[in-house]
């Protein structure tokens, strides 16, 4: 399809997957890009303020809509959360699953169509940022992640609520991707910044905890890359604001 201009930025569908992304506003010895997803229920468009910030910094910055997502959605925002929080494993694990391999495809686009150079960085948001993690497993282009209250392991013991039970479909997608079970995915040494907050019950902090300290016992090197940070007292909602994690997240993610 053609490209649009509506408002910042420049929309294309590739394949089936909508993209938003903005140039960068100055030169870099090397034409970057680092992808943004959001959470559950956000858009691409709500992702403008980063990508901005992205753009601002000399990289070429790109968010996608997820499945299920923005102009991809089958259902208003709010029938999304009470639909995917009614049975977490059967309809949350394959949203994972099928966006991080919408990234490797959207990665394809990205480098023929838009002449971007590796490696490629990526920026995720609670449920964007397990997207993020994995898909820094399946695409070894993805060499560094920022993420904020993220889980590499999509079972999220403590997690509040019942996570139910998946159907054959999504148990494809946990035992081919879940990050904490394929840790040689991630042999190759990705670095991988992780915000998470103490008192989080959506996204307990003991999964990045986990997937750490399991990756430096398998692969001490690749473990070292991992770096999680546990902010005392804060609980899932606290990092709607991007005041308590942007700046640092971006300043480690170009610095």
């Not at 990756?215 to 005392?232: C, D, F, N, T, W």
Request: glycine letters at 10%; charged letters at 20%.
């Amino acid at each position: 399809m053609n490209n649009t201009s509506n408002g910042p930025g420049t929309k294309i569908w590739v394949d089936h997957i909508p993209v938003l992304w903005l140039e960068p506003e100055k030169s870099r010895p090397k034409r970057q890009l680092i992808i943004v997803v959001t959470g559950l229920g956000g858009n691409k468009e709500s992702t403008i303020p980063r990508l901005k910030d992205i753009a601002a910094s000399g990289y070429v910055a790109l968010s996608l809509d997820s499945w299920q997502h923005g102009e991809r959605a089958i259902e208003p925002q709010e029938q999304l959360g009470k639909r995917v929080f009614s049975n977490f494993r059967k309809y949350f694990w394959p949203i994972l699953g099928q966006t991080a391999l919408d990234i490797t495809r959207v990665t394809d686009w990205a480098i023929d169509t838009l002449k971007i150079e590796l490696p490629i960085y990526m920026v995720g948001m609670s449920m964007g940022g397990d997207i993020a993690v994995t898909a820094a497993g399946l695409d070894h282009r993805i060499e560094r992640v920022a993420t904020v209250v993220t889980s590499p392991d999509w079972l999220r013991p403590g997690m509040r609520g019942s996570p139910g039970e998946p159907d054959a479909y999504a148990q494809y997608f946990y035992d081919h991707m879940n990050p904490l079970t394929h840790l040689e995915a991630y042999a190759h040494g990705p670095d991988i910044n992780i915000i998470v907050g103490e008192q989080d019950t959506d996204v307990p902090p003991g999964g990045a905890l986990r997937f750490q300290k399991s990756l430096k016992e398998k692969y001490p090197a690749p473990g070292e890359k991992v770096r999680v940070k546990v902010i005392p007292g804060k609980n899932h909602f606290d990092f709607v604001a991007p005041d308590l994690w942007w700046a640092e997240s971006l300043a480690w993610l170009i610095g």
